[in-house]
């Protein structure tokens, strides 16, 4: 569902963390909405998202049973939601029946995706091994492999599949002993991975009723499948919302909601599936190793060095034992009533009931490889028989009762009351088992365990209360304003801070009711125009934990054996503060709406500052012989400030008889943030990665290279002492040449060095060199239809974004992070530096030096900034509706057929085609489960 | 059919009953899952549970086997080695949480007037233990530290900020401490929990360590050396004559071979003759390190001994190597014939097999800077893997404090002849060495370990010189142990040596030529 909203509404920022299914994206209003505490990192809470006025997850909705959804950004208008709502609030309204025929809706698509990135990597044997021996050439090297073993490589290089007169795997004797020494060009890719993953959904709705009650059932199935091709992963789900409302006497209306939600993700490999195979196949699967011998057995490793092949993953995968199954299962119930004992008063009340439960299990089963022919032989990283069964089982119990009131006097003065009463308790709770030697292969329960065991438990409870009111009133519809305030109280804080007062004020002009304004409307050129301001203030509690003041003896388990097991042990307290309170978050926004040409073109500006305030962080920093982390305090402040425009173009005309009608739209949107304010440290200096006044939130410091050394003269006598950055050479006595980078003294000193550990006051020779926060997101969405015919296209796209690679992203650095990643860019080459490619992107090859600290790729520096702005076709969509005089002779109302595409084409500033934007932005090694190109199709019938 | 008024009243009263519900009470809530202060050390599991943790405070199995110093020279030299240490902001070894948690016990009214006080003093001996060993490695880091046996507050600067105590005052503690411990621990032995024995080793350690900084580090005028060498006697002694620890003779290991034997086998319950303390490891409940990756992988710092520490294994027959002549061009394969059997036993030597494989095995030049790869603590192969190593590790053993003895008596000038059979003797005889003689080694000091140790002198010259070749060959690759014994010594300039492989009569032996695709041709050091 979210990935629906992303990039359709200003500032509704919407991130998923990888392409996994079922993988839910996070949500965020308006940027930067906090900071950690205790590391200075930037916080983005996600609004409070109501389903039918019910706290609920945007991901477990079902997008074909929504009705509408609004977003509520500014405190004003949000106010009344309290305490949760403090980062916005979007509000989700589900389909009703109405009254009158029953009607049946079907529809469903059925769909393929495919990885937006490149998977063409390396292939070739040869070429990958001796990729990987030359950047540890004065380390040692990788392969093992001798010059016989290179020779016949090299006779295999271009041998597309195995030619039976050169096998690709091969016997030899080798330390005594006959073993396989593989010479293959193997894909690993294509072994491990599907090129295409099918999907389906279908969708049934039933709704109806008549002046007394109406009702609508809605169920939808949606099945995927995931990316392994050995064992494919499977992910499912199903929803089924109930929804019938009665009217039982003109003052009382009675409303029953219900929901269910399963889904389930079925996998094997390494414990969570898809997402940790990905990750743990990325090392040592060299295309010269075959994933499997003759004999159908699995390798593991070379013999020829220590290293695990693939992380043995295939060798895990190939007998499909070790497995696990995610299962989300959601129950929400609704029940509301409507009371209207006198005119224009009706009293709401409502309590709902959720439960959440997650039953996973996984179990984890040895593999076996064969090395030596004949032998099979236990991995020893995957040697372990265990079952490890978890639940969550979180309950949230909601109560609503408000009152609301309205009245018109006069016939132009327009006033409504809303008084009410909120209170929320969520009582979370956990359980893990585990339990060694199973005794069945294929079946998966603790009471078959003979082994080991350990049960863990966890839980909470936090509770909420509020108190609000609403005043609007207006004006002839012409001046608007509005009061709100809220008293909210949570059990996150001791006692004597735990309520807060959060009011708020809006007002608003519809300059084009004024009459002064006539001549404007009457020629048809400004139909619309309204200023609007506001200001309030709102709470957030949703900080530090369940018990931030309470001093606590945490259960733990340590990395430490005693009697035969893990050791559990209780810690000693954490210090706490004794006085928590509310962080306070202040917003300002001011806006116009504007229509031109008869409303035809509206567009919408909107600015805002929103001060974040009281924001918990680490207290002033004790000496360490404190011996602990500083409780946090109610110290720092935040401020974030953007702004959203949106415009539209709606228009028909006729075309060859019939209406083309037509619609063109946009939205652009901006955030940033900067620290106004931090606790006051004399002891410890602040650091560049830490918290400090007019720190823009998302900046990225670093060193400055201005390329390379053109010739081994200039790198000799370079005056500067870089070798603070140049540790790998240091360490193995590796002089600098021509075409290692050559940095740049900043503060002049001589030496490269970050100065003072990084400290604002002396960072040394690094600067601000990029910022990590998104800037400018921005969409465009068209649509048109035309004699039956409907085609819309959706953009979505991002201005600017600055992204350093981090330690691990294989894709990008190669050997020149671990000198055995699995996937290596097919024209991987092209970029590093030698004497015949001195414009080369990369310096002279050398492992470890994207890896390890004090390293020239490693340190963040200028010249390897990315910038992440990309623009995507997220969605086309081609649509038939088959007229109705043909489908009406078949008792069916409506016949639609489409075919549409997601994520078809993507226009990007990152250097890599390997790697997704949004990968990028989701993980800083951006190698997460890969995002999709969808193309699918399918009909839509109501009856 | 109800009426309309009574529908009206229910509906009023199931607001109201809503309205009631948000008790005064709604809103406090309490921990559900962890206990509180107040109610705890209230039972003897109570104190078990809080005291689990101490133990990991214990160095992990990547630092009891990850020597460097001028023992093992690996692919990275440590930054304080190197010379090129910038003073950082702050410093991982400079935390206190540990002494937090260790006086958040001690200082716990609960704990204090807890009902039995046997039970009481065994966890609070226990902490005193850990507290001993939280000083001790801080005096060692630091020299000068704040002493605290309370736990702080926020608001108490005076402790906050408080000067540096003198060490001898914190040493004074520390003694206290770990005296309170012997006192109060159980005797009953066990490789996994402290007892009055680790207790009596760590005091012989701790003892050794003072008395000789005191002694050596003359600049620093500090007093009682021979105080703290005879409290390290004492402690020794103790632990020697209770009879609960001999050295480690059986046979019956994987590689029949005591001395392997001791760091090779899996379990410490098989060693527990001489293993005091240890740290176990799992491979079935996950408990792993990194140990057999990093002596054979090509990419973890590639460990080799250092040529100098080769250089003093002693020949098998008791006579120097150091007074063969030539012997610093002798090439491997002939300088390793008729050493002291622990060279084997140590590195890969022409011969060597792995446990379990009877392949003979070069050393590794990819996986070893100097060429003489240990296989100290090495088992079958299966555990070579990234972080795959299941072997526990030793922390505490009865060798070293046998070597503590010697030492101490030998600094003190009271050593005799039976105190070395008592000791050294037994280290020698398990590996079939003969037995140090007192008057040879002090008739002629060995000219190659006086060289190496500048700061010995007096009668007990040779003897001491042959003392810490003693200790260097027998305690390699365990606990870091060689750093600390070049700082109470005060021989720091080892350190700046360049750190040497083996020897290669290749010409051109001046620039780097390492092949990659062929066989190797000179070594990198």
């Known amino acids: 569902m979210s990935s629906l909203l992303q990039g359709a509404m200003p500032n509704l920022n919407i991130r998923v963390a990888s392409g996994t299914p079922g993988q839910m994206g996070s949500l965020n209003i308006r940027g930067v909405t906090s900071i950690d505490g205790s590391n200075g990192g930037a916080v983005s809470s996600g609004p409070l998202v109501l389903i039918d006025g019910i706290p609920g997850t945007m991901d477990r909705l079902n997008p074909e049973e929504v009705e509408s959804i609004s977003i509520l950004k500014d405190a004003a208008s949000a106010a009344i939601y309290g305490a949760r709502g403090s980062f916005g609030v979007i509000l989700v309204t589900t389909k009703s029946g109405k009254s009158g025929k029953t009607v049946v809706r079907y529809n469903n698509s059925f769909a393929v995706s495919t990885p937006t990135v490149s998977t063409n990597f390396m292939t070739k044997g040869y070429d990958w091994m001796s990729l990987m021996d030359r950047s540890l050439y004065y380390i040692g090297g990788y392969s093992g492999y001798t010059e016989r073993d290179y020779e016949e490589l090299l006779a295999r290089r271009n041998d597309k599949t195995e030619d039976p007169s050169r096998p690709w795997v091969t016997v030899q004797n080798r330390n005594g002993r006959d073993q396989y020494v593989y010479y293959g060009n193997y894909d690993w890719w294509d072994i491990m991975f599907t090129k295409w993953q099918p999907m389906q959904t279908h969708n049934l709705t039933l709704s109806g009723g008549n002046d007394k009650v109406n009702f609508m059932i809605n169920g939808n199935l949606k099945a995927k499948d995931g990316i392994m091709r050995v064992q494919t992963d499977k992910y499912s789900s199903k929803t089924v919302r109930a929804k019938v409302s009665a009217q039982l006497y003109p003052w009382l209306k009675v409303t029953s909601n219900t929901n269910v939600y399963h889904s389930n993700y079925q996998y094997y490999g390494r414990e969570g599936g898809g997402t940790a195979n990905f990750t743990h196949i990325n090392v040592h699967a060299s295309p010269a190793y075959a994933p499997y011998n003759p004999d159908g057995t699995a390798s593991y490793i070379s013999g020829l060095n220590a290293y695990d092949i693939g992380d043995g993953i295939f060798a895990m995968l190939i007998n499909g034992n070790s497995k696990g199954v995610d299962r989300k299962l959601e129950l929400t119930s609704i029940n509301e009533m409507v009371i209207t004992p006198i005119k224009d008063l009706n009293i709401t009340a409502n309590y709902s009931y959720n439960m959440y439960t997650d039953p996973n299990f996984y179990r984890a089963a040895p593999a076996y490889y064969s090395l030596y022919p004949g032998v099979v032989t236990m991995t020893p990283k995957y040697s372990t028989d265990k079952l490890t069964e978890s639940q969550q089982f979180n309950q949230v119990h909601v109560a609503n009762v408000y009152a609301d009131y309205a009245k018109t006097f006069a016939k132009v003065h327009n006033a409504k009351l809303i008084l009410g009463y909120n209170q929320e308790l969520n009582r979370p709770k956990k359980i893990t088992a585990a339990r060694m030697n199973i005794s069945s292969e294929d079946l998966n329960d603790l009471n078959l365990g003979t082994g080991e065991q350990t049960v863990l438990g966890g839980s909470s409870e936090t509770a909420l209360m509020g108190m609000f009111y609403r005043f609007t009133y207006d004006y002839k519809s012409k001046y608007l304003v509005e009061a709100n305030g809220r008293f909210d109280g949570s059990s996150r804080f001791p006692k004597g801070d735990r309520w807060g007062f959060f009011p708020s004020v809006s007002a608003g002009w519809r300059v084009s009711e004024e009459n002064f304004f006539l001549p404007l409307k009457s020629n048809n050129l400004v139909s619309e125009l309204k200023l609007r301001g506001s200001y309030g203030s709102l709470g957030n509690q949703s900080i530090g934990g369940a018990y931030p003041y309470i001093s606590t003896m945490a259960p733990g388990t340590a990395s430490y054996l005693l009697d035969g097991e893990l050791a559990k042990y209780y810690g000693a307290p954490a210090p706490v503060s004794g006085s928590l309170t509310w962080e306070k978050v202040t917003s300002y926004n001011i806006g116009v709406d504007v229509g031109f040409l008869k409303n035809r073109l509206t567009a919408s500006f909107d600015r805002y500052i929103r001060n974040t305030s009281n924001i918990l962080t680490n207290g002033i920093v004790l000496p360490d012989v404190f011996g602990a982390t500083e409780p946090v305090v109610n110290a720092a402040s935040l401020r974030t400030e953007g702004f959203e425009l949106t415009f539209d173009w709606r228009d028909q005309f006729p075309v060859a008889g019939k209406t083309f009608r037509y619609h063109v739209g946009g939205v652009l949107s901006d955030a940033r943030s900067r620290i106004t304010k931090v606790v006051n440290n004399e002891n410890s200096p602040a650091l560049i990665t830490g918290l400090y006044v007019g720190k823009d939130i998302g900046e990225i410091w670093g060193y400055v290279t201005d390329g390379f050394f053109k010739t081994d003269a200039e790198a000799k006598t370079y005056p500067v002492d870089q070798t603070w950055l140049n540790k790998m050479r240091v360490d193995n006595n590796i002089p600098l040449r021509a075409g290692d980078l050559r940095w740049v003294d900043l503060d002049g000193d001589g030496k490269i060095t970050n100065g003072n550990g990084s400290s604002l006051a002396n960072p040394g020779d690094q600067r601000v060199v990029g910022n990590s926060t998104p800037r400018y997101q921005y969409s465009f969405n068209m649509d048109a239809s035309w004699n039956n015919i409907d085609i819309s296209a959706f953009f979505r796209g991002l201005g600017k974004m600055d992204w350093y690679p981090g330690n691990n992203a294989d894709r990008f650095w190669g050997p020149y992070s671990r000198p055995y990643f699995s996937f290596i860019p097919e024209d991987f080459e092209k970029d590093v530096y030698s004497a015949t490619n001195r414009n080369a992107y990369f310096p002279n090859l050398l492992a470890y030096v994207a890896l390890n600290a004090n390293n020239e790729l490693r340190a963040t520096n200028n010249r390897y900034m990315q910038n992440l702005a990309y623009l995507r076709l997220k969605n086309l969509s081609l649509g038939y509706t088959l007229p109705a005089r043909l489908t009406r002779m078949a008792k069916i109302q409506r016949f639609r057929v489409f075919v549409s595409g997601e994520n078809m084409w993507t226009w990007t500033k990152l250097r890599t085609k390997y790697i997704d934007p949004e990968q990028a932005m989701a993980n800083i090694d951006g190698r997460v489960y890969p995002f999709s190109k969808t193309y699918a199709f399918g009909f839509d019938v109501t009856f | ?525």
């Open chain 2, 1 to 525: 059919m109800m009426s309309m008024k009574n529908m009206k009243v229910i509906g009023m009263l199931a607001v109201a009953a809503i309205f009631s519900s948000c008790g005064k009470d709604f809103l406090e809530r309490y921990p559900t899952a962890s206990v509180s202060p107040p109610t705890f050390f209230t039972t003897e599991a109570d104190f078990k549970a809080y005291t689990n943790q101490f133990y990991t405070f214990f160095p992990g199995a990547d630092y009891l086997y990850s020597e460097s110093a001028d023992n093992v020279a690996k692919s990275s030299v440590d930054r304080e080695i190197a010379g090129s240490r910038l003073i950082p902001l702050t410093d991982g070894r400079w935390s206190f949480s540990n002494l937090r948690a260790i006086n958040f016990l001690l200082n716990s009214e609960n704990a204090k007037n807890y009902r039995d006080a046997a039970v009481r003093d065994k966890y609070l001996g226990l902490a005193r233990f850990f507290r001993a060993y939280f000083y001790f490695q801080k005096v060692q880091y630091y020299s000068d530290v704040p002493f605290y046996n309370v736990v702080i507050e926020t608001n108490d600067a005076a402790n906050l900020y408080k000067a540096r105590d003198p060490r001898t005052l914190v040493m004074d503690s520390v003694l206290a401490d770990i005296n309170f411990a012997i006192e109060k621990l159980d005797a009953a032995k066990s490789v996994e929990r402290v007892t009055k024995w680790t207790a009596l080793a760590l005091k012989s350690r701790i003892c050794l360590y003072e008395g000789t900084w005191r002694k050596y580090h003359t600049d620093m005028e500090l007093p009682d050396a021979d105080k703290w060498l005879n409290e390290c006697v004492s402690a020794s002694e103790q632990l020697m004559q209770s009879g609960v620890y001999k050295v480690y003779t059986k046979v019956d290991g994987p590689t029949k071979k005591p001395y392997q034997d001791l760091f090779a086998t899996l379990k410490l319950d098989g060693v527990s003759d001489e293993v005091i303390l240890g740290r176990r490891y799992s491979n079935e409940l996950g408990l792993k390190h990194n140990l057999q990756f990093y002596l054979t992988a090509r990419s973890q710092g590639k460990p080799g001994l250092e040529k100098r520490l080769i250089n003093s294994y002693l020949m098998a027959d008791g006579s120097r190597f150091t007074d063969i002549p030539g012997y610093d061009t002798l090439q491997f394969f002939a300088e390793v014939q008729n050493r002291d059997p622990r060279l084997a036993q140590t590195i890969r030597t022409p011969g060597y097999t792995r446990i379990g494989g009877t392949e003979q095995l070069a050393p590794d030049f990819f996986a070893s800077m100097t060429g003489y790869q240990p296989t100290k603590w090495m088992n079958v192969t299966a555990y070579d893997g990234n972080s795959q190593s299941v072997n526990d590790m030793v922390i505490f053993r009865f060798g070293e404090t046998l070597l503590n003895y010697a030492e101490a008596k030998a600094e003190l000038g009271t050593i005799t002849q039976t105190d070395i059979d008592l000791s050294i003797k037994l280290l020698r005889d398990r590996v079939g060495m003969p037995n140090l003689n007192m008057a040879a080694a002090n008739a002629n000091p060995d000219p190659y370990q006086a060289n190496l140790y500048t700061q010995v002198n007096g009668a007990n010259k040779g003897l001491i010189l042959e003392i810490r070749r003693e200790r260097r060959i027998e305690l390699v690759m365990e606990s870091n142990f060689r750093w600390d014994d070049i700082m109470r010594w005060k021989e720091g300039q080892l350190l700046t040596a360049p750190f040497m492989g083996m020897y290669f009569p290749v010409p051109a032996f001046t620039t780097w030529t390492v092949m990659v695709k062929t066989t190797w041709k000179s070594i990198p050091v």
